[in-house]
């Protein structure tokens, strides 16, 4: 549970005015919809300024991606790990596993459960596609370094993209699947297996 706001004056620890800001985010959005929520009136319930809500933020769609773009350097640094010598393709899978194995009942990102009731917002949907492209992304380069092509040729991009859709869906499943979900690798690595395989074929 977040913090309650400190005294006014005394300063807040960065960490928590982004944590009041998300969870005032999220309150809002289920009483007057995304759409008819404002960054003004997020940092009014978090009891904070507006130009906090930017140190942490570009935007009011960031706040649902907290923990994916928290995701996203876990995975970086998975893949920066792996060993020299390891198989393309198993890296890239045990990498993803290993970042689907910090998502667990206590760490479910707020838009897969509450999508439906956010509405058909654009700038969810492009930010959303901004945080699937930087995945990709990661997962491209270090396909096409691992095999030595360019990360921009069509194989490295294709491994990427599949994955990353991969992932997506078993995100969703995961999701789906309520308080009894367990963690979110055993179905990461289900939805990848098949794709790791035929590309290894």
Aim: proline share 6%; aromatic share 10%; no cysteine.
């Amino acid at each position: 549970m977040a913090e309650q706001p400190v005294r006014a004056g005394r300063g807040r620890p960065r960490a928590s005015s982004r944590e009041l800001l998300e969870d005032a985010a999220f309150e809002l959005f289920l009483e007057n919809t995304y759409a008819k929520t404002t960054i003004d009136q997020i940092a009014q319930r978090a009891g904070v300024g507006r130009s906090t809500f930017f140190n942490y933020f570009q935007g009011k769609s960031d706040v649902f991606w907290v923990d994916v773009d928290g995701a996203a350097g876990e995975l970086s640094d998975a893949l920066g790990a792996a060993a020299q010598d390891a198989q393309p393709l198993q890296a890239l899978g045990d990498a993803l596993a290993s970042v689907a194995r910090g998502f667990g009942p206590s760490r479910v990102p707020w838009i897969l459960t509450q999508y439906p009731l956010i509405g058909p917002a654009l700038e969810v949907q492009a930010s959303a596609l901004a945080r699937f492209t930087q995945w990709a992304g990661i997962l491209g380069t270090f396909a096409g370094v691992r095999l030595g092509l360019d990360p921009a040729s069509m194989l490295p991009r294709s491994i990427a993209y599949a994955l990353t859709g991969a992932v997506v869906a078993a995100a969703q499943e995961w999701a789906a699947a309520g308080p009894g979900r367990g963690t979110l690798d055993p179905y990461v690595e289900a939805a990848i297996a098949p794709l790791l395989a035929g590309y290894a074929g």
